[in-house]
């Protein structure tokens, strides 16, 4: 896709990870203590989360959010341990054929590679079944997220489109994430940009609920470790990336051998939080290899299978189901967000 210069001041004067957004919280005042009471956030529709992120973004007619990225084909194979939770016909055994997405975050298209507000780095991907079926998954380079809910969501992304430069201290983000630690930790923890898509573990925001051929249920959550290992950027690296690094590092990369995942079910266990995404699950939490996701090449076309595909993680099949409420919004949103990118 053609890139042109990042001007997005709004969200460059509102989100910048690390000091700044620390200090800016911190000017909030007592007033906006972390342990003040949080307000309950307005019941949001789909549409309205799709609004929540243009205010946030800019409207490009791209992708809502992870509006930059790049289409990789491969395959995946399941392990005899993903049966054994779930029955749904993706780990029959089989290899089958996967289209892989990696972006950056934000709604915004020509956003670069190499700044820090391009975190967290998204991975999705999609199955395809003998059938026909898909089975889609949506990560981010980030155990866990901002908020509890789609709700609170839209007023997080609400507050940064009325947070831009002029607007009196303390600004409605600001305000925010006095009252939201969790957000704010969200903000100021990231990675560094990864030395390539390829050397950065990713995370499922949501939790699914897997039932194997024998009825017996178990809730998950996904993390997907990098066959290459972790590997993110000195600041001394990072001054030698220009702003498409990691599409053109990717390109380069499959082209000479195949980029591997191996993908992960993080079992939950009773009092862990099914329907908050915001809190991570323990470390503790027993981690059952579901298969290896084998990325070989680019798509023929990058950039017209990034805009004609669309991926739905919320949606049901035997032995899988969205145990996370946001699942069911999310689902819902992305349609809308794809119709007004074609």
Request: hydrophobic residues 40%.
């Amino acid at each position: 896709m053609p890139h042109t210069p990042y001007s997005h001041s709004r969200f460059k004067s509102v989100l910048r990870l690390g000091g700044a957004i620390v200090l800016a919280t911190a000017m909030a005042g007592s007033a906006f203590a972390a342990d003040a009471p949080q307000p309950t956030a307005p019941h949001q529709t789909p549409q309205d989360l799709v609004n929540a992120l243009h205010s946030a973004f800019g409207e490009h007619h791209a992708r809502a959010v992870h509006a930059k990225g790049t289409i990789l084909e491969g395959t995946f194979t399941a392990t005899k341990a993903a049966a054994g939770l779930s029955k749904d016909a993706i780990f029959s055994g089989a290899t089958l054929p996967v289209t892989v997405r990696f972006s950056d975050f934000t709604g915004i298209p020509d956003i670069p590679d190499n700044i820090g507000d391009a975190n967290p780095r998204g991975f999705a991907f999609k199955i395809k079944t003998k059938d026909g079926a898909a089975v889609d998954v949506v990560a981010h380079s980030f155990n866990g997220f901002p908020v509890a809910t789609s709700d609170e969501f839209a007023v997080f992304l609400k507050d940064v489109g009325a947070s831009g430069p002029g607007v009196a201290h303390p600004t409605p983000i600001e305000q925010f994430l006095g009252t939201h630690p969790i957000a704010k930790t969200f903000l100021t923890t990231q990675k560094p940009p990864p030395v390539s898509y390829a050397t950065t573990a990713f995370f499922g925001v949501n939790s699914f609920k897997y039932t194997n051929a024998k009825d017996a249920s178990v809730y998950v959550r996904y993390r997907f470790v990098p066959q290459a290992g972790e590997h993110y950027l000195t600041p001394e690296m990072l001054k030698t990336k220009g702003a498409n690094y990691l599409q053109e590092e990717i390109a380069k990369r499959v082209a000479k051998a195949p980029v591997m995942f191996d993908w992960y079910a993080q079992i939950g266990e009773k009092g862990d939080k099914i329907e908050d995404p915001s809190i991570a699950w323990p470390e503790s939490r027993k981690l059952i290899k579901l298969g290896t996701i084998t990325i070989t090449k680019l798509a023929a076309d990058p950039a017209a299978a990034d805009k004609h595909t669309l991926f739905l993680p919320g949606e049901a099949h035997p032995g899988i189901e969205a145990a996370d409420p946001m699942l069911t919004l999310r689902n819902d949103a992305y349609p809308i967000s794809f119709k007004d990118r074609q």
